[in-house]
């Protein structure tokens, strides 16, 4: 084994975040890409509400080979290993684009609709000085309806493509119908191993160099659900590593999902900024966090049973029995991985869970 230097992650980590936010972006105008991230639409009345997120960014690659090559001198690591770093490092040094305007429509529609996210008033929303655009979209049901037999959709999926001059960008959302079974999902040391028991060194390493490996047998456990389930990927990392995450969801086999993520706002001129960056790797951030996205998720279906997975190694069994409490008439289960023994080291934190045993 070649000798590794430790880092301090929450040291790096705002080092990467003051950097990307403060430098300049790339000479020249290149398209820009809106990242539309997969989400849901619930039925309220006749309607259909979607729930959007859009960041609009481009890359720095100034930065990000400045980064790289800190990565390539610390402990002289491989190739492989600095390439995966410059790639998940990508979107954590992105240019965020602000006052930009993104407009969208959906694959197939037949009358090819202009959709923008719009403020009360009715004006376009532009993005933040973090190049984010958050709102919702509403569809009337014969409107969704119309749109989901043109894409011959199945199980309420919906494909749309950003339009607007100077972006590039895709996205699909499921409409999700009010009765039924969903899964809410946590990634890290559930579905995916990072094994943040280990410490912090061994969680950069599992985050930025190393293949992300798949927890065994968790993608067949949720496949044998069917695919009329519905799922939400909850995790407490940054939505600046989303993509690479939805690249291993897809490529181990997980069922396809909406993704709710910790904000991170980069720049330093946003209130509130710097407390994200110094809560970049607490606890607190990721509870307070949770509880309000799957409280959300679970308010718009009052009428849908829910699965809620995680793992011991962390907070999930408090979050979910704080949602149990909430929520008593629609938790069916709590399965829970138990990466640290707490069957035997702590039972009354796992009552009423369903104990996954780590393999």
Partial sequence: MHPRRRFNPLLVALLLLF?????????????????????????????????????????????????????????????????????????????????????????????????????ADGTPKRSDLNGLILGELVLTAARAGE?????????????????????RGSARVRLIEPRGLSLISDIDDTIKVTDIPA????????????????????AERYRGLGDE???HYVSG?????????????????????SFHMKSVRKNL??????????????????????????SDIIGHFPQRGFILVGDSGEHDPEIYREIRERFPRQIEAVWIRDLVNDRERRPERLQGMQIIDVQ
């Fill in 19 to 119: 950097c990307a936010g403060c430098a300049g972006p790339l000479p020249g105008k290149a398209v820009e890409e809106a990242t539309i991230y997969p989400s849901y639409g619930y039925r309220r009345g006749e309607q259909w509400a979607i729930p959007l997120r859009i960041w609009v960014h481009e890359p720095r690659t100034v930065t990000q080979t400045a980064f790289t090559g800190l990565a390539a001198t610390a402990g002289s690591r491989p190739a492989p290993e600095i390439a995966r770093f410059r790639d998940r490092l990508s979107d954590l040094v992105a240019d965020d684009e602000s006052r930009e305007q993104v407009a969208f429509v959906f694959d197939q529609d037949p009358r090819q609709e202009t959709f923008t996210l719009r403020e």
């Fill in 229 to 231: 389930t519905a799922f």
């Fill in 237 to 257: 990392g940054p939505w600046q590593l989303y993509r690479p995450l939805a690249q291993f969801i897809a490529a181990a086999g997980y069922p396809e999902g």
């Fill in 199 to 218: 410490g912090h060194a061994v969680v950069i390493e599992n985050t930025f160099y190393r293949p992300f490996v798949a927890a065994p047998g968790m």
């Fill in 147 to 167: 749109i989901l037999k043109a894409q011959g959709s199945n199980h309420g999926w919906l494909q749309l493509h950003v339009v607007s001059a100077g972006h």
């Fill in 269 to 294: 001129l946003t209130p509130g900024s710097w407390q994200d960056l110094a809560r970049l790797a607490g606890g607190e951030a990721t509870t307070e966090q949770k509880l309000g996205q799957i």
